[in-house]
C-alpha cells in the first residue's frame, strides 16, 4: 500500500488539494485571535464608546480560552465545509473521468487504493487540525496570556483530527455511490450536520463523532468522561463507512482490457 500512499500523496500536492487544507486551517487559526484581540474591541468601541475596555473583554470572553474555544467551533462549521468541498473529488472524480480503471489495470487491488486515500489524506486532516490548534493556542497565548497547558491542546488536536477524518470516511462512501464530486461533498455536510443535529435532539451528541469537538474544548486537564466510547464509536462509523465504500466500488464494472 506504500506506492499506493506516495501515489496519493503526489497527486495532492498536484492538485493543490494538501495546500488549501493545510492553509485554511492556518488561516483560521490566525484569524481568530486577531479578531477577539483587534477587529471585536474596535466594533463594541464604537457602538458602545462609553464601556471600559475590561467592560468590553467581558463581552465576549477575551482570553486564550475563549479564543482556542471560539477556533474551535468555527472549524467545527468552516473545517467540515472545506474539507467537504476540497476533497470532494478523491474517489467521486476518479470514478467520474475512468481514471480509477488505470491503477487496476496495474493489478492493483481497491482495498490498497482506498486504504492509501483514506491514509494520506487522512494523515494531512490530523496534523492540520493539531498544527492549527497549536498555533492558535500560541499566538492566542502571546496576545492574552496562557491559560492552560500545551498537553491538552494536542488531546484536542487530535480529536479535531479524528473527526476530520470520519468525514472524509463520509466523502470515500458518498463518492463510491454517486461517483460525482459536488453531490459527494453535500451529502458529506448533510451526513455530518445531521448527526450532530439528530445528536443534539435524542441527548446522545457526546457519543457521536461530533462529540469529538466538544470534548476537544475540555481544557481541564483530564479526559472528559466517556471519551474512550465516542473514539471507539467514530472509528468504527470510519471503518464501517471505509467497507461500504469498498464493497460499493468492487459491485461496479470496470473495463480493466
Same mark, same amino acid.
Given at each position: 500500500?506504500m506506492?499506493?500512499?506516495k501515489?496519493?500523496?503526489?497527486?495532492?500536492?498536484?492538485?493543490?488539494?494538501l495546500?488549501?487544507?493545510?492553509?485554511?486551517?492556518?488561516?483560521?487559526a490566525?484569524?481568530?485571535?486577531?479578531?477577539?484581540?483587534?477587529?471585536?474591541?474596535?466594533? @463594541?468601541?464604537?457602538?458602545?464608546?462609553?464601556?471600559?475596555e475590561?467592560?468590553?473583554?467581558?463581552?465576549?470572553?477575551?482570553?486564550?480560552l475563549?479564543?482556542?474555544?471560539?477556533?474551535?467551533?468555527?472549524?467545527?462549521?468552516?473545517?467540515?465545509?472545506?474539507?467537504?468541498?476540497?476533497?470532494?473529488?478523491?474517489?467521486?472524480?476518479e470514478?467520474?473521468?475512468?481514471?480509477?480503471?488505470?491503477p487496476?489495470?496495474?493489478?492493483?487491488?481497491l482495498?490498497?487504493i482506498?486504504g492509501?486515500?483514506?491514509?494520506?489524506?487522512?494523515l494531512? @486532516?490530523?496534523a492540520?487540525?493539531?498544527?492549527?490548534?497549536?498555533?492558535?493556542y500560541?499566538?492566542?497565548?502571546?496576545?492574552?496570556s496562557?491559560?492552560?497547558?500545551?498537553?491538552?491542546?494536542?488531546?484536542?488536536?487530535?480529536?479535531?483530527?479524528?473527526?476530520?477524518?470520519?468525514?472524509?470516511?463520509? @466523502?470515500?462512501l458518498?463518492?463510491?455511490?454517486?461517483?460525482?464530486?459536488i453531490?459527494?461533498g453535500?451529502?458529506t455536510?448533510?451526513?455530518?450536520?445531521?448527526?450532530?443535529f439528530?445528536?443534539?435532539?435524542?441527548?446522545?451528541?457526546?457519543?457521536l463523532?461530533?462529540?469529538?469537538?466538544?470534548?476537544?474544548?475540555?481544557?481541564?486537564?483530564?479526559a472528559?468522561?466517556?471519551?474512550?466510547?465516542t473514539?471507539?464509536?467514530?472509528?468504527a462509523?470510519?471503518?464501517?463507512?471505509?467497507?461500504?465504500a469498498?464493497?460499493?466500488?468492487?459491485?461496479?464494472?470496470?473495463?480493466?482490457?
Amino acid at each position: 500500500m506504500m506506492q499506493e500512499m506516495k501515489k496519493e500523496f503526489k497527486q495532492g500536492l498536484r492538485s493543490g488539494r494538501l495546500l488549501i487544507v493545510m492553509v485554511s486551517f492556518l488561516f483560521f487559526a490566525v484569524l481568530t485571535p486577531v479578531m477577539f484581540k483587534v477587529v471585536l474591541p474596535t466594533l @463594541l468601541k464604537s457602538q458602545f464608546p462609553e464601556m471600559g475596555e475590561q467592560e468590553l473583554a467581558q463581552m465576549f470572553n477575551a482570553s486564550q480560552l475563549g479564543v482556542v474555544q471560539s477556533y474551535l467551533n468555527d472549524i467545527f462549521e468552516m473545517g467540515t465545509l472545506i474539507v467537504s468541498f476540497t476533497l470532494c473529488g478523491v474517489i467521486a472524480q476518479e470514478i467520474k473521468d475512468n481514471t480509477l480503471v488505470f491503477p487496476l489495470c496495474a493489478d492493483k487491488r481497491l482495498g490498497n487504493i482506498v486504504g492509501g486515500k483514506l491514509a494520506v489524506y487522512g494523515l494531512v @486532516l490530523v496534523a492540520a487540525s493539531l498544527v492549527g490548534l497549536l498555533v492558535d493556542y500560541l499566538y492566542a497565548g502571546l496576545l492574552y496570556s496562557f491559560d492552560f497547558g500545551v498537553g491538552v491542546v494536542i488531546r484536542g488536536g487530535l480529536l479535531q483530527g479524528l473527526y476530520m477524518v470520519f468525514v472524509l470516511a463520509n @466523502l470515500l462512501l458518498w463518492g463510491s455511490l454517486l461517483k460525482k464530486p459536488i453531490p459527494a461533498g453535500f451529502f458529506t455536510l448533510a451526513t455530518t450536520f445531521g448527526l450532530n443535529f439528530i445528536g443534539g435532539l435524542l441527548d446522545i451528541k457526546d457519543k457521536l463523532p461530533s462529540g469529538l469537538l466538544n470534548q476537544a474544548m475540555a481544557f481541564e486537564g483530564a479526559a472528559p468522561s466517556g471519551l474512550a466510547l465516542t473514539i471507539g464509536i467514530t472509528l468504527a462509523m470510519i471503518a464501517g463507512m471505509t467497507v461500504a465504500a469498498l464493497i460499493r466500488l468492487n459491485s461496479l464494472e470496470w473495463n480493466t482490457r
